[in-house]
């Protein structure tokens, strides 16, 4: 995505990938194109106020329907649908938990809803106490979606280049040098680290533990329309579960 900006911009780009493009934590993404934070809106309005919580919300947004947006102007088939996105409370406790979150984002003018038991007991095979329907929202093949993102920016003039192992970053005053494994250097003004959770290594303070998740596919399926709206859904809870359907069902 940033190559893609940028290079739309007029801005000289170099991406550098250390396996292959598209792979690790893209390929395994959950492809739930949301503007949810990891934190909910009530949360985060406890820790930082009402202004930058819904500030942030607000960008989280944009950024989505920018997405949305770009994906039309793509080559390939992205597999990119709009289709609501469910938040599925697991315990009475969480209903709460939605419904304090129902009423933040209502304030706020987002658009969610939030199910009583007689409508989940209509649109959903399986009972839960409470559910928060959140639109826009979308899933995408993560794999076609960041190919297809890379294909434009090589057409605006960016360098790919896959493969390239390990890097060593040299900082000097006003430009930074990339020392690639296999040899070559890349002198820039900037350097952006988009690597996902592997950037952690590059930061002076632990943020985060890792821990391994997992994902499952079934076989394609004789259904079209699974539940309402063939939503992506996901739980309350850490870790969530999480669930979509797929194009070839």
Not at 18 to 37: K, V
Not at 171 to 190: D, E, F, W
Not at 223 to 237: A, L, P
Request: aromatic fraction near 8%.
């Amino acid at each position: 995505l940033l190559a893609h900006s940028l290079s739309e911009k007029g801005v000289a780009v170099v991406l550098l990938e250390r396996g292959h493009m598209a792979m690790g934590s893209t390929a395994a993404s959950t492809a739930l194109l949301q503007y949810d934070i990891d934190l909910a809106l009530h949360e985060l309005v406890d820790r930082m106020g009402e202004k930058r919580a819904v500030r942030a919300y607000e960008l989280s947004l944009r950024a989505l329907n920018d997405l949305i947006e770009i994906d039309p102007k793509l080559d390939g088939d992205t597999e990119l649908t709009k289709r609501p996105s469910l938040r599925l409370a697991r315990t009475k406790k969480d209903a709460a938990f939605l419904e304090k979150e129902y009423e933040a984002r209502s304030r706020s003018g987002f658009d969610v809803e939030l199910w009583d038991a007689t409508r989940i007991t209509k649109n959903l095979p399986f009972a839960w106490p409470a559910v928060l329907e959140t639109t826009p929202s979308a899933t995408a093949d993560p794999y076609r979606l960041t190919h297809a993102l890379l294909h434009s920016a090589a057409d605006n003039g960016a360098l790919l280049f896959d493969k390239a192992g390990e890097a060593r970053i040299e900082r000097r005053p006003r430009s930074v040098v990339v020392h690639t494994k296999r040899g070559p250097k890349i002198t820039a003004r900037k350097i952006v680290i988009a690597c996902g959770y592997e950037a952690v290594d590059h930061l002076p303070i632990k943020v985060v533990s890792l821990s391994s998740t997992y994902a499952l596919v079934t076989e394609p399926l004789p259904d079209e329309n699974f539940w309402y709206k063939n939503s992506s859904f996901w739980t309350t809870g850490d870790p969530y579960y999480y669930g979509r359907t797929t194009p070839d069902n």
